[in-house]
């Protein structure tokens, strides 16, 4: 069992930064793959960032691509999302979630945090 808990969200101005983290519980963590999403008021919820299990491959989405970046800290069970230039249109809750899997993008995933809200006021 891997648990999830996001951490980092709040309000800020367009063009200001934020970083997320993702803290994970269990001794296997790095064996994790592990994924950001949103979900915005109205919508579905979008694919943002991956990152493989060593932190050796990354994978953005297209409207994020130059703004975020995705990181991991093994021996601190964490992985971040850092955001920068972030624009109203980011404004949603997000997830993070873990599959013990090699793959960068694994077609499920078996853990999901509890969310954290960014609000980007433009």
């Known amino acids: 069992q891997v648990q999830l808990v996001e951490s980092g969200g709040g309000l800020v101005q367009a063009g200001g930064s934020l970083r997320l983290s993702c803290a994970a519980s269990g001794r296997t963590f790095s064996r994790y793959a592990v994924g950001w999403f949103r979900q915005a008021p109205g919508k579905e919820r979008e694919f943002v960032a991956a990152?493989?299990?060593?932190?050796?491959?990354?994978v953005y989405a297209e409207s994020v691509k130059g703004r975020f970046t995705i990181s991991r800290d093994n021996a601190k069970s964490t992985v971040y999302l850092q955001m920068n230039s972030l624009k109203p249109e980011d404004t949603a809750v997000y997830y993070c979630a873990a599959a013990r899997t090699d793959d960068l993008m694994p077609r499920t995933y078996d853990y999901w945090g509890q969310g954290t809200q960014v609000t980007v006021s433009s």
């Open positions: 990152i493989n299990w060593s932190g050796g491959r990354t």
